[in-house]
């Protein structure tokens, strides 16, 4: 297949499918930017939260970066959280972003995010939706997380 968005893009990727499926041995080579909800709310704390909703954002604040003692909802990592029921099981949907596209942590922390929030009671499966819109700066970090960082050793 010939495609005109990236000649990078080995002809077993189709660039215009919404999920970047892996062919045995090969890695995802794209990530897809598609025009998403606006976030009046963010940074998103949780705050007013109840049930495992609450439960979710309390697990949410459990996870630190991999590259400072500081939680990635204090980051503004975390734009908004929602548990649903769906064919029977109860879904934890996560939307998150990144302070970067190319974050080297991107895999680990979606990875240890799911895993944590699978482990709370009353969800059945974690749902991850990666978001960058808006971008992440410096303004979406909580007040706590300005503290951890400055802390931390970082001057913001």
Same mark, same amino acid.
Do not use: H
């Given at each position: 297949?010939?495609?005109?968005?990236?000649?990078?893009?080995?002809?077993?990727?189709? &660039?215009?499918?919404?999920?970047?499926?892996? &062919?045995?041995?090969?890695?995802?080579?794209?990530?897809?930017?598609?025009?998403? @909800?606006?976030?009046?709310?963010?940074?998103?704390? %949780?705050?007013?939260?109840? %049930?495992? @909703?609450? *439960?979710?954002?309390?697990?949410?604040?459990?996870? @630190?970066?991999?590259?400072?003692?500081?939680?990635?909802?204090?980051?503004?990592?975390?734009? %908004?959280?929602?548990?649903?029921?769906? *064919?029977?099981?109860?879904?934890?949907?996560?939307?998150?972003?990144?302070?970067?596209?190319?974050?080297?942590?991107?895999?680990?922390?979606?990875?240890?995010?799911?895993?944590?929030?699978?482990?709370?009671?009353?969800?059945?499966?974690?749902?991850?939706?990666?978001?960058?819109?808006?971008?992440?700066?410096?303004?979406?970090?909580?007040?706590?997380?300005?503290?951890?960082?400055? @802390?931390? %050793?970082?001057?913001?």
């Amino acid at each position: 297949m010939s495609n005109a968005y990236d000649t990078d893009i080995p002809d077993s990727v189709d &660039p215009v499918d919404d999920d970047c499926v892996e &062919p045995a041995g090969e890695a995802c080579v794209y990530t897809e930017y598609v025009e998403g @909800e606006a976030y009046d709310d963010v940074p998103a704390t %949780g705050e007013g939260a109840e %049930g495992v @909703e609450r *439960d979710v954002w309390d697990t949410l604040y459990g996870i @630190e970066d991999p590259e400072m003692p500081v939680s990635i909802v204090d980051l503004g990592l975390i734009y %908004g959280v929602s548990v649903d029921a769906d *064919d029977g099981e109860t879904v934890a949907t996560v939307d998150m972003t990144l302070t970067y596209s190319g974050c080297p942590a991107r895999d680990m922390l979606q990875d240890q995010m799911r895993e944590a929030v699978e482990a709370v009671d009353g969800v059945d499966r974690a749902d991850l939706r990666l978001v960058w819109s808006p971008e992440w700066n410096l303004e979406l970090v909580t007040e706590q997380g300005k503290q951890d960082l400055r @802390e931390f %050793g970082l001057s913001i």
